[in-house]
């Protein structure tokens, strides 16, 4: 088993995370890959001093996004790993069960036909009232990436980033994360690092299973309580559905993804002039991401295009290209 996480300036809620793992229980001949994405909040120097205490493999990756930082990873030490192997995926805002990595390993063991498997992510609130966000509890998921179930099987959709392990042999064969998604240092990143890779494994015919006993709490910063980061993130959640669905539908899905934000815009803004005063924030939360999701469905357009346009393996005449695709 391998487990695989990336920090960008995270020092602070990182040394919780390895603090947390002194005292989950290691299964033998398990790594620790961690990889620096370019911090300049003395991360390095933080992980250099817990090498004597878990079993750390430091990678320093400085193109910023957590997706290369993990492909980063997996080119390196995908070709070295048994088929049935398991590689764990997490971030660092993670506190972990002590039972967790024994508790994945045991579902891999137990359902060897599944390739993915999904543990529980609870949150670790940090003990501010968040009564002002009641308006958006059921969006609580998107927000905090929080998921829980029964033991069972379920689609390899519903395994997602803080808590999730994917047998080695898929990326044995040179599946990868698709760089364009998820955190990159950036405000404006489209979402769904991991579930854009889980629609693939989906769509190509793989199983996965929720392991319910495999249990992480992520840490909620007071900063992500606030309306404004609430609004951005429905924003970067719609504009990540929006490129992913126009990318599977073609012409026929940006009209109905088009038309559908559109809906919900005009929706959201005819309830706040209706009732201004009635649940404002999730007025904004749902106009956020229906933008959003105009964005991402028109960003893939302009994309698709623009490949036709100068040939997807013409680097040179693509790099020539005076005004390229805007993200």
């Known amino acids: 088993m391998i487990v695989i996480l990336s920090s960008l300036n995270g020092r602070d809620r990182l040394v919780q995370m390895l603090d947390a793992l002194l005292r989950v229980r290691i299964p033998p001949g398990t790594r620790l890959h ?11 120097e933080l992980l250099g001093s817990f090498l004597d205490r878990l079993p750390l493999v430091i990678h320093r990756q400085p193109l910023r996004g957590k997706n290369r930082s993990v492909n980063f990873v997996l080119d390196a030490v995908s ?88 047998r080695a042999h898929v990326f044995r064969s040179g599946v990868r994360f698709d760089p364009r998604f998820g955190p990159d240092g950036s405000e404006g990143y489209p979402m769904g690092s991991e579930t854009e890779l889980m629609e693939r494994l989906d769509a190509a015919g793989h199983r996965a299973w929720f392991a319910e006993r495999a249990c992480v709490r ?18 970067r959640h719609g504009y990540g559905v929006g490129w992913r669905r126009q990318r599977q539908a073609g012409a026929p899905g940006m009209v109905i993804c088009l038309l559908k934000a559109m809906k919900g815009v005009c929706a959201a ?17 749902e106009e956020a991401w229906a933008l959003g999701l105009a964005r991402g469905c028109l960003y893939q357009v302009r994309r698709a295009r623009a490949v036709t346009q100068f040939g997807e393996g013409s680097c040179e005449r693509r790099a020539a290209v005076r005004t390229p695709v805007k993200d």
Do not use: Y
Request: aromatic share 6%; charged share 25%; with cysteine.
């Open 34 to 44: 961690v990889v620096d994405n370019g911090s300049e909040d003395g991360t390095p």
């Open 79 to 166: 070709a070295s790993l048994e088929p049935s192997e398991l590689v764990v995926l997490t971030d660092d805002d993670i506190l972990p069960d002590p039972a967790w990595l024994e508790e994945l390993e045991a579902s891999a063991r137990a359902h060897p036909d599944r390739d993915v498997f999904a543990g529980r992510i609870l949150a670790q609130w940090p003990g501010s009232d968040i009564s002002h966000l009641d308006p958006v509890r059921d969006h609580f998921g998107i927000l905090f990436s929080l998921t829980s179930g029964t033991e069972g099987p379920v689609k390899c959709q519903l395994a997602w980033g803080p808590n999730m392990a994917v």
């Open 218 to 235: 992520h840490m909620i910063r007071p900063s992500q309580l606030g309306a404004q980061s609430v609004i951005k993130r429905a924003f």
């Open 269 to 285: 803004r005819l309830r706040r002039a209706l009732a201004p005063s009635a649940d404002p924030l999730r007025q904004d939360f």
